[in-house]
């Protein structure tokens, strides 16, 4: 990619920036989801993943609206967290139970966080261009995806990290 030459092109490339890291954490999330034993982290875990997939149809839905190439652009910053996910539950975490589920909401939270400051960026960005409707939009996903880890947050405090703790 070339330097971008406005706000616009800038955009453009953090909605297929965001499309990468979707599709990124969807797939780490597909194989983390079954090795949460807490009931309550599982749904929220497969919830989640129909949030995502919600979520990129309107990353998608909006490139297309601005006549652009309908591509998404690799997402190293998310290659990392999700090669992180995959080290510390996948690979190195604890076969099942409380500890594993304490290590997939931590690293869920961190991918989350990443959708947090892009679509936020992406909903400012839009926001500035007086793109109206797509700025509703991505501060709408922005919500969906604060209240998601909200809600990892007390679920961690409240039961998750409390059984980890009696261990």
């Known amino acids: 990619m070339s330097a971008p030459e406005d706000l616009q092109e800038i955009y453009i490339d953090e909605l297929k920036d965001l499309w990468s890291a979707n599709d990124q954490m969807s797939r780490v999330l597909k194989k983390i989801a079954p090795k949460a034993s807490d009931p309550a982290l599982q749904e929220m875990l497969t919830d989640s993943q129909a949030g995502i997939a919600r979520h990129t149809d309107l990353l998608k839905q909006l490139i297309a609206s601005h ?13 990392g967290l999700a090669a992180e ?13 409380p ?39 991505l501060s709408d996903a922005t919500g ?24």
């Open 67 to 79: 006549d652009e190439k309908v591509a998404k652009e690799h997402c190293k910053g998310m290659e």
């Open 99 to 137: 500890l594993l589920d304490v290590l997939i909401i931590a690293q869920y939270q961190r991918m989350s966080h990443d959708g947090i400051a892009g679509f936020g960026t992406a909903a400012a960005y839009a926001q500035a261009l007086g793109l109206d409707d797509d700025h509703r939009q």
């Open 144 to 167: 969906e995806i604060y209240g998601s880890d909200e809600y990892m947050t007390k679920l961690a405090e409240t039961a998750v990290n409390v059984d980890a703790a009696d261990a």
């Open 85 to 97: 996910a995959s080290k510390h539950v996948l690979e190195e975490g604890p076969g099942k139970g």
